[in-house]
T-cell receptor, first 115, second 114 residues
């Protein structure tokens, strides 16, 4: 399997612009997670989906952030408008829940820089 | 609120010098404790899951152990390629009976010098 795929790998944008990050989870996985990683706050969960349905978005920092999962093989995280404090590495992870295991597998991340 | 504290923040070892990384946690009901390795510019890579106190798991030079309050990642005779940031995370049971979210510690940055 190719693992979790994220695009773009790097994104540089100016304050106020819309940013869309994309994720393709591992085929067959039923959970998808979006995380943000910064030096100050470490790795933080933003939102997660189960079978394409958002379950918990309490980690989404504010209304400028939105996430969708239109089908089992694709999710987006959108920031509109973007601000310099949104600069971070954004990771997508997926997992397949079972009684025995629940491991999350991470993508390579998207490094976002907002100028 | 679940809390995870990792120590030390950074650790420098000579090749072959064994040591341990610590992960202390506070969680209402632990379902699992996870160890990940993260290399610069990459996503976290899964290493181990521990589910109950007393459990141990090994992979090459790494051995993870779990008690009711903390976990240790023991590194035996490390090599330069073991240099990375090691992240610990806990997963708690939710009131609904499910368990999904991971709470991560801030990591230990390990450098192994040749």
């Amino acid at each position: 399997d190719a693992g979790v795929i994220q695009s773009p790998r790097h994104e540089v944008t100016e304050m106020g612009q819309e940013v869309t990050l994309r994720c393709k989870p591992i085929s067959g996985h039923d959970y998808l997670f979006w995380y943000r990683q910064t030096m100050m706050r470490g790795l933080e969960l933003l939102i997660y989906f189960n079978n394409n349905v958002p379950i918990d978005d309490s980690g989404m920092p504010e209304d400028r952030f939105s996430a969708k999962m239109p089908n089992a093989s694709f999710s987006t995280l959108k920031i509109q408008p973007s601000e310099p404090r949104d600069s971070a590495v954004y990771f997508c992870a997926s997992s397949l829940f079972s009684v025995l295991t629940d491991t999350q597998y991470f993508g390579p991340g998207t490094r976002l820089t907002v100028l | 609120e679940d809390q995870v504290t990792q120590s030390p923040e950074a650790l420098r070892l000579q090749e072959g010098e064994s040591s341990s990384l610590n992960c202390s946690y506070t969680v209402s009901g632990l379902r699992g404790l996870f160890w990940y390795r993260q290399d610069p510019g990459k996503g976290p890579e899964f290493l181990f899951t521990l589910y109950s106190a007393g459990e141990e798991k090994e992979k090459e030079r790494l051995k993870a152990t779990l008690t009711k309050k903390e976990s240790f990642l023991h590194i035996t005779a490390p090599k330069p390629e073991d240099s990375a940031t090691y992240l610990c995370a806990v997963q708690a049971w939710e009131s609904s009976g499910s368990a999904r979210q991971l709470t991560f510690g801030s990591g230990t940055q390990l450098t192994v010098l040749p």
